[in-house]
Each structure stands twice: as C-alpha cells, then as structure tokens.
C-alpha cells in the first residue's frame, strides 16, 4: 500500500501546482493515488465499522457469524448500558471535565504563545523542550504522587483535579499550535495599535484575538482530544462522586465475562462525543489548519 | 521582528505555575521515591542508591528496554513516511477535504481503552473480522498465541490510532504553502521528488520536529491499548515498558524501585529526544533554529 500511495501522493502535489493538461496525460499515476488514499481511508474506518456491525448484534450471533450486516437486528446492547444511571453521569462528569480543560488550556496557553511569538528572551528554545518533555511522565509512577497532590488541595475527586492534570497534555501542544499562528501575524499589526492608542488588553481581546480565530479552534481542538481520551489520570483522580466514562466501561467489562454486544455499544456511544465533535467543527478545522503556518 | 526582552516571562507565569503544580511537585515526590524502600503499612526506609543499581541489574528491565526501544523507533519509522504520504494525497479544498478530515481524525479522538477494544474485536480469532482475511492464504492468524502475528498487530494498531497525528500536522503545513512556490518549481523545470524535497519538505520541518517528538515520547506511554489486545503477552512479545513498571508499583507495590524505573528510562528519553530536537531544529538551516517559529 505504500508504495502505491507515494506514487498518487507526488502526482496530487503535482496537480494543485500543473496545468490541467499536464494532468491528464498522467491518468494512471491519479488512478494509483486514489486507490492508495482509498486502502488508507478503508483501514481507518473498517475496525470502527466492524465494531458498530457487533453492537447492534446478539451475543450468539456476534460468537457463531462473521458478517457486516446484522441477521438479527437488536438494540438491546444500547437500552442495556442507557437503562443505567451511572452512565448518564459519567457521561457528565468527563464533558465537564474536558470542557474545563479546554478552558484553561486556553487561558495559560495564549500569553505564553504570545510570549514565544513576540519576544527573543534567555532560554526559550530550550523552555519550550522542557514544557513537552512533561508529556513523558510515565504514568503509573506518577499517580502515587498525583493523588497524594490532589488529595493535600483538596481536590481530589472533582471533575476539576481531572482538567488540572490533563493540562500537563494540553498545554505545551497548545502553545506550539498558537504559537504557529501568532508568528504568522506581522508584528506591524501589534505597533499601529499602540500608535492609535490601544491598550495592550484592548488590542489583545479585539484585534489580536480575532485574527488568530482558526488557531484558537485548532488548539481547543487538541485540548478536547488529549483530555478526552486520556485514561489513566481520570481513573486515579476519580473515586465515587464523580466517575468518568472510561471508568464505567471498564466496570461494565468487569461485571459478568464480557458480553461482546454490550463491550461494543459502549465503545459506539464512547466514540460518538469525538465524531460529533469533529463533525460541527469540521469546516473551521479545515479553515484553520488551511491558515495556519503551523 | 522579535523583540530581545526577557519580559517574555512575564507572559509565561501562568503556563509555568499551572506547569509546576503538575509537573515539578509529582516529578520531586518520584525522585524522593525512588531513595526509598516503601511498602504498604510500614514507614518508607531511605536505601540510597539501591533501587537503581536493582534497576540496572535486573534482565527484565533491560529486556523491556529493548523491546521499548525497538518499538519506538518501528512506529517512526513508518508512522513519519506513510503520514506524509498519506499528508501529500488528501485533497485540498471543498466537501472532499472535509470529508478526508474528519476520516482521519476520528481515531484520534477514541478513548484509549476503546481502540483496544476495537482491536480487541476486530481481530480476535473467534468473532473478528481480520483474522478472515488470512484464510484464504491458509495461515492460522492467532493474536492470542502466536508471538508475530501479536507484535505485527501491536503495530498495525499503534500505525492506525497515531498515524493521522502526523498526518493532519503535514497536511496543516502542506496548505500553507503558497501556489507561487510550485509555480516556481515548475518554470524551473523540478522534478517531482526534488519539488519534494526542496520546496514541501522544508516548510514540514517544524510539524515534523513535533510529531516526531510527540509520538517518539508518547510511544513510552502505551499501555492501556496494548493491556487490553494482548495484555502483554503471549509470553513477553509485547510487554513494554509501562507494563513492566505497572506490574511493579501496582502489582506488588514496589513504589521506590517503580520509581528509580520510571526516573532511568525518563532520563534516557530526554538525551534521545534531545538530540532529535537539536538535530531537527538545526537540520537545513545552519545553525541552531527556533523550535517554535522559523
């Protein structure tokens, strides 16, 4: 397969940039890249779709055929898990706490992008190193102390301690991406504010805001992903009041065995969140990651 | 221009408070660990440097090492080349650019435990659909017993969930390319490949540094897809580091020598990844370049 897509994926640069008739003389290398693109796209979507087949399935169908079309329609794997109380409030708890996240990601994100886009100051290559490497904690070493942290600030337990710590994610992904687009700005811009009597919050809120709309989108975006899908955390900071879905799932696994239809509806309803998600944001995603200098 | 201040701090205190609370405070309490004896109900006993010399004598350490390693460097290997190609074939602009984005975003945003599950499904020899398409060629695929076929579809999982990581960085700095520089390579008569290398793969350089950094870091956090595929096994094939320091601060609650563990392999991270950073920030340019900005 990759072969065949590096072969489509030279001739698709060469067709935004070539004449048309350039083009057509090479239909075969357009025939090879769609076939390549099109295996890409197939392997992404065929364990999804084989998974959504099993959780409109019964159990003795899912154990004795293989196939995509369910013989035996069944919605009973869905009315099992939405018949559940805890799962609506899971459901929630992880919206709220990756709303927050999302917030606040943005919050300490923006100046310090503003930071790394404006001024040339001692160690600040080497800063910005250092606020990725945090990505690296090795998680099952740090829960110990995440939870005693948590616990001594009274946090532990909160939707809140969850967007704290999934920031450690979140915020040096953000301030690269903004950073991206800040830079792309002139700083022209930030001097005839101040010539025509802005204040630097004025100018930042009105102008310099605005302007890097699509960058704010793409990094929210980031942040929404890396707290949504992070685990381990959410299940250590978590105990009774305030279970995120992650954990939900894994108790219904725990339960009795693992009842395949059920284990499947949940992953369907778990996945629906991020596809909405990047369904109402597509055409500003698409619009910011086409501004962007990234 | 950027302006040489080092009133650039100023705008990252709120970054580098909300960074110590999560970073520097755990990051300490593991350091103060790893000199520590600590078991359940008894008062840590202060051991000095045992836990690490443990460490660095104990073979399934170093064997995980190994397979860690390994790994790491086998997704980037693939996951770079294919998520450019695959970056170059996707279309630029109107309903088939959006439809392309949300494709190959949707693994992204699927909770950890959930793409476990979905290749847990897909690809069990009982009820998934993948071990069917090698039955036509007579091989016995088996994730569960068979050693390679569980490394391969390790692999084949990491590739599909973080493939359009570097996909959709590329595919954000492919787009901001101007129209003019293919023009320009055009009339100068460039070849496909030098079109490549000389004009897109330079503007790629700063997604590139990121995603090869993102990725390279976090493949030392895979734990929660792998647990639940193949849980390791079958024998060791697939134990990587994460489980190996899970086994050993939650399985027997050997918190300092987890510790000294996580701290060893951190630090080899770090050198590793730092000479990726300087060597790709430096690459082309001449001289040590801006992480964050050109």
């Not at chain 2, 870091?217 to 580091?241: A, H, N, Q």
Request: net charge neutral; glycine share 6%; charged share 15%.
């Amino acid at each position: 397969m990759t072969t065949t897509a590096s072969g489509k994926s030279k001739a698709d640069v060469q067709d935004t940039a070539q004449s048309r008739e350039r083009r057509e003389k090479k239909p075969n290398r357009n025939w090879a890249q769609m076939i390549g693109m099109t295996a890409y796209y197939a392997f992404l979507l065929l364990p999804l779709l084989w998974m959504l087949s099993m959780s409109f399935k019964t159990n003795d169908e899912i154990l004795s055929t293989r196939s995509f079309i369910p013989q035996t329609f069944t919605l009973d794997n869905y009315i099992t898990i939405l018949s559940e109380p805890d799962w609506r409030n899971a459901f929630a708890v992880t919206l709220s706490y990756v709303a927050m996240n999302t917030i606040l990601t943005l919050i300490v994100a923006l100046p310090a992008a503003y930071a790394f886009s404006r001024y040339k100051f001692r160690g600040d290559n080497h800063l910005f190193f250092w606020l990725l490497t945090n990505r690296m904690a090795p998680g099952a070493v740090f829960l110990l102390p995440y939870v005693e942290l948590y616990s001594s600030i009274n946090l532990f337990d909160t939707p809140f301690a969850v967007a704290l710590a999934h920031t450690i994610f979140s915020v040096p992904l953000a301030i690269w991406i903004l950073e991206g687009f800040m830079s792309g700005i002139p700083t022209a811009i930030d001097e005839t504010a101040y010539v025509d009597g802005y204040s630097f919050q004025a100018f930042f809120r009105k102008i310099f805001m605005p302007l890097i709309g699509p960058g704010i989108g793409v990094a929210a975006f980031f942040s929404f992903l890396f707290s949504w899908v992070e685990l381990l955390m959410a299940r250590t900071l978590t105990a009774s009041s305030s279970k995120p879905i992650v954990v939900q799932l894994s108790r219904s696994l725990g339960a009795d065995g693992w009842d395949w239809g059920v284990i499947a509806a949940a992953g369907v309803l778990m996945i629906l969140p991020g596809a909405l998600l990047i369904y109402f944001v597509r055409d500003y995603l698409a619009k910011g990651f086409a501004l962007g200098r990234v | 221009m950027k302006i040489e201040s080092n009133r650039g701090w100023l705008f990252l205190i709120p970054a580098l408070l909300i960074m110590a609370l999560n970073a520097f405070i755990p990051f300490m309490t593991v350091i103060n660990y790893s000199f520590q004896d600590i078991l359940p109900g008894l008062d840590p006993i202060w051991v000095g440097l045992e836990n690490y010399v443990n460490v660095l004598q104990d073979p399934d350490f170093r064997s995980a090492f190994v397979r860690q390693l390994i790994f790491s460097f086998v997704i980037l290997g693939i996951q770079v080349p294919l998520g450019i190609l695959i970056s170059l074939g996707m279309p630029k602009s109107g309903w088939k650019a959006v439809t392309a984005l949300i494709i190959v975003g949707l693994p992204l945003l699927i909770p950890y435990n959930v793409v476990g599950i979905i290749w847990r499904v897909f690809t069990r020899s009982d009820l998934g659909l993948f071990p069917l398409l090698f039955e036509p060629f007579g091989y016995n695929y088996n994730v569960g017993e068979n050693p390679v076929d569980a490394y391969g579809t390790v692999l084949l999982m990491d590739v599909w969930h973080w493939t359009p990581l570097i996909v959709l960085l590329c595919y954000s700095a492919l787009n901001a390319i101007p129209d003019a520089y293919y023009q320009a390579a055009r009339i100068d008569g460039a070849s496909r490949w030098k079109t490549f290398r000389y004009i897109i793969l330079p503007r790629m350089r700063n997604v590139l540094t990121i995603g090869i950094l993102l990725r390279f870091m976090d493949s030392f956090r895979i734990f929660t897809e792998v647990s639940l595929l193949t849980g390791g096994g079958p024998g060791t094939t697939t134990s990587f580091l994460s489980d190996l320091l899970v086994r050993n601060a939650v399985g027997s609650f050997n918190f300092g020598y987890a510790a000294a563990m996580s701290l060893i392999y951190f630090y080899v991270i770090l050198i590793i990844s730092y000479v990726f950073f300087i060597v790709l920030t430096s690459v082309g340019t001449g001289e040590e370049g801006q992480p964050t900005a050109e």
